[in-house]
């Protein structure tokens, strides 16, 4: 329970303290106007409440992530709760208060405009792929994973696909509210029942966090306990803890949705509340849901490791989706049936409300690409039949091949993100004005630098590591951390280079 409890308490402070910091970097002008008010369009540009808008971001980033991300990086042990608290302050966080921030003040583009008018025309062109192929895979995974919960309580017919199940019926519904939420308005749909949802979700993992602290707490995994790694599958806990555990700290996801927040806020003073807020929530979100899930089966057999009974259980039930069972059981073995019903509408809504927003994100990616005015009906569907018709013939791919290269290609859109912000940064801190006015903060870059760094090894790191990449065997795996390394030190060095051409 202690190091729960310190990873909460962390998580808050971090928000009041690190949060202002960049806050601050950044150097927010309340007079000025935002897009949502010079832009208003009445569909995509409309002006909302703050707190409509933090419950609208946090429902669309959370999705599944925070929780299916968290059960399986416990898998690796205590370790997780720190790659939650520390990447959600200083990695999660500034990548989505910049992203959302930044397009603010470019009149709200979507997160390929941002990146590219920093890195250059040629990253501008393939984050537009990339994040289309992000969003595909999300909305296919977030479509996917809601049909078989529900597939689950309601047992409706199935479809069979090459050894597969897949849920239909629950599938076509899904997809057919996925049309009408990418298509309407921002405030028709989105706006007015997203908060409800987000509510529920949030009174989910509170509920959780009451039970499992009242009865539970002494059987929760420590720290202090080892940080070696836990996992039984042979994975290496650095690079793949780091990209299991997305949502829950640090996803490139997120930035394809900030964008989409950023054409409703009214007031700069509103972004670390909604976009940083959003992102700490997340994070407690997920250090709930790991603990949970280290907890869960804690018992006298075991010693009261409830680590190695959850590797137990994911061993007796191999080839099946670990985290949807957990949710499951937890959420009715710990808050009794009117708990459970609500944690499953919850969890279920969530990935929804993540896949119809990634999808509008799309839609707004393409458009800002060919310069459509998204006003007419028409227009709208232009662009988004094709996407539908991509998400729809990516169901019948594996769920679990979906997943891997969704992981790895989100973080990788994490990294572009967080070079970006890293120059764009570098290039308010050195102009004339700004070093006169916040001589302090010149070395402000660094917030979005040292994560950049981070992260870059990550992802090298795992595309030479894992299956879905080189799959270089284990004991050859040093020449992946090699590679890795020097990547990034080569990112540092070409950014150095950069800095001081424009000094000069």
């Not at 899904?174 to 029942?193: N, Q, S």
């Not at 839609?363 to 094709?386: C, E, G, M, S, T």
Request: charged letters at 10%; one cysteine or more; aromatic letters at 14%.
């Amino acid at each position: 329970m202690i190091t729960f409890i310190i990873a909460l308490v962390t998580l808050v402070i971090g928000f009041f303290t690190y949060g202002v910091l960049v806050e601050k970097i950044f150097g927010v002008e309340p007079e000025r106007k935002t897009p949502a008010l010079t832009k208003t369009d009445g569909v995509d540009f409309v002006p909302m409440s703050p707190w409509r808008i933090f419950l609208v971001q946090f429902l669309n980033i959370a999705g599944l992530g925070p929780i299916f991300g968290a059960i399986m990086g416990i898998f690796f042990g205590p370790a997780a709760f720190l790659w939650i608290v520390f990447g959600t302050i200083f990695a999660g966080g500034v990548h989505d208060y910049l992203s959302g921030m930044i397009s603010i003040r470019k009149g709200g583009v979507s997160l390929p405009d941002i990146v590219g008018d920093e890195l250059g025309k040629g990253t501008k062109a393939f984050l537009r792929v990339l994040s289309l192929v992000l969003l595909i895979l999300l909305t296919t995974t977030f479509l996917s994973g809601p049909a078989s919960l529900l597939q689950g309580l309601a047992g409706l017919g199935t479809l069979d696909f090459h050894g597969h199940l897949i849920p239909i019926v629950w599938v076509l519904i899904i997809f057919a509210y996925y049309a009408l939420a990418t298509v309407l308005p921002v405030d028709k749909l989105i706006g007015r029942f997203y908060p409800i949802f987000g509510g529920i979700l949030l009174f989910m993992g509170l509920g959780i966090m009451v039970v499992m602290l009242g009865w539970h707490g002494s059987e929760m995994p420590e720290v202090f306990d080892g940080l070696q790694n836990r996992q039984t599958n042979g994975l290496p806990l650095f690079p793949m803890m780091f990209v299991s555990i997305a949502c829950g700290a640090i996803s490139g996801f997120h930035g394809t949705q900030s964008p989409i927040m950023a054409r409703c806020v009214t007031n700069e003073r509103q972004g670390r509340w909604i976009f940083y807020g959003a992102m700490v929530a997340e994070g407690i979100l997920a250090l709930i849901w790991a603990a949970a899930a280290g907890t869960f089966f804690a018992s006298p057999e075991n010693g009261y490791d409830g680590i190695a009974g959850l590797q137990e259980f994911a061993a007796a039930h191999k080839g099946e989706n670990i985290a949807a069972l957990m949710i499951d059981l937890v959420s009715r073995s710990w808050l009794g049936t009117i708990g459970g019903i609500l944690a499953i509408i919850g969890v279920i809504a969530a990935p929804i409300t993540s896949g119809d927003t990634a999808l509008r994100s799309a839609r707004l990616i393409v458009a800002d690409y060919f310069h459509l005015d998204q006003r007419p009906i028409p227009k709208r569907l232009v662009i988004a039949f094709p996407l539908f018709l991509c998400v729809f013939g990516m169901v019948f791919v594996d769920f679990e091949v979906v997943w891997r290269y969704f992981a790895w290609t989100n973080q990788t859109l994490a990294v572009f993100t967080l070079w970006a912000g890293t120059i764009w940064l570098y290039r308010k801190s050195h102009q004339p004005s700004a070093i006169s006015r916040q001589s302090s903060y010149r070395f402000g870059y660094l917030i979005a630098l040292v994560p950049a760094l981070f992260m870059t090894m990550v992802c090298t790191s795992y595309i030479v590591i894992a299956k879905e990449g080189l799959n270089i065997a284990p004991e050859l795996r040093w020449i992946g951390y090699a590679v890795a390394g020097l990547v990034t030190i080569g990112c540092l060095s070409g950014f150095i280079g950069w800095a001081r051409k424009h000094r000069k």
